[in-house]
């Protein structure tokens, strides 16, 4: 007996990576971490009159709500299977959190300029050494941020936490070299030149957040489609592809459909091509793939097989 070749997809799956939790652990320990130093900063700040200190310390305000945000939707997320109606769970809760994320630096990076132009016109004397002394501090705390979160495949919250810290690491070494201009060559106006360096970073910051998860949100390929499509031509038994998409549902989790032709004249030989496809697709990073056979002229031979 013969049948026209119009086998449909058999999906191939891996599960998310398995340090999700590990993942979200280093959110919520970063997030305390950082809303302790906005608070020291910010009373700092506002006890000896440096700007640059208050801008810093709202750099950290902003971070630790964008950790708390990010650690919340890694949580649920984490936790949410969603059976039937929720395909993916709530994975897509990430970029939603992570561009959430970058749109709360916007207003800051306001807040900072706004001020900044105000300490031109009216320059205010500040403690350079007790800022210093708290500038000093928020470094290390913004050092042992990156700590925690360095090492290993980062998810696109703990990208964007990454980011974040290095605008704030930034930013307390903007405060140290204003406040030692100040001290030393007596320049006022080196602090409200430091606050407008730290908002340029935050500004950074959210350009690198928002783009990502833009790019994750609009379902942009995560691979060149192209690269990919002459590749798997390239591969034993496949004839063409007619049909290819490939997109992220997280920053973990990579999903892609593809129809082909190839040139089994078998059951057994057309498996092997699929298995060989789902491979190379592991391969480049595609966690979840789906792959069909389009119709062709000839037949293949079922003869003696089971279905």
Do not use: K
């Not at 649920?76 to 039937?84: H, L, Q, V």
């Not at 809760?93 to 706004?114: K, S, T």
């Amino acid at each position: 007996m013969t049948v026209h070749e119009h086998t449909h997809g058999e999906s191939s799956e891996r599960d998310p990576p398995s340090d999700t939790s590990n993942s979200t652990r280093r959110l919520a320990l970063v997030a305390v971490v950082n809303f302790v130093g906005f608070v020291v900063e910010l009373a700092g700040g506002l006890l000896f009159g440096s700007v640059a200190l208050i801008s810093d310390a709202i750099h950290m305000l902003f971070d630790m709500l964008a950790y708390a945000v990010a650690y919340g939707a890694s949580y649920t997320a984490e936790r949410f299977e969603g059976g039937e109606a929720w395909s993916y769970g709530l994975h897509r809760l990430e970029p939603v959190a992570a561009f959430l994320n970058g749109v709360l630096l916007l207003p800051m990076v306001g807040y900072i300029l706004w001020e900044s132009y105000q300490r031109f016109l009216e320059p205010v004397a500040i403690d350079p050494e007790l800022t210093l002394i708290i500038a000093t501090g928020g470094l290390l705390v913004n050092i042992g941020s990156v700590y925690v979160l360095q090492g290993g495949e980062m998810s696109l919250n703990e990208r964007g936490a990454f980011y974040h810290l290095l605008g704030d690491a930034g930013g307390s070494i903007a405060v140290i070299v204003s406040t030692v201009a100040v001290a030393v060559f007596d320049l006022p106006i080196a602090d409200p030149v430091a606050a407008v360096l730290i908002g340029l970073l935050v500004l950074a910051s959210a350009e690198n957040v928002l783009r990502e998860s833009t790019a994750i949100l609009l379902e942009r390929s995560p691979v060149s489609p192209a690269d990919l499509r002459d590749e798997l031509t390239t591969l034993d038994g496949v004839d063409g592809v007619e049909d290819l998409h490939v997109w992220q549902v997280c920053s973990q989790l990579t999903v892609a459909t593809v129809r082909l032709t190839d040139t089994a004249t078998t059951i057994e030989e057309q498996q092997t091509v699929r298995s060989r496809v789902h491979d190379h697709l592991t391969d480049q990073g595609i966690d979840h793939a789906t792959v069909e056979f389009g119709e062709r002229n000839d037949q293949i031979d079922t003869t003696n097989h089971t279905h």
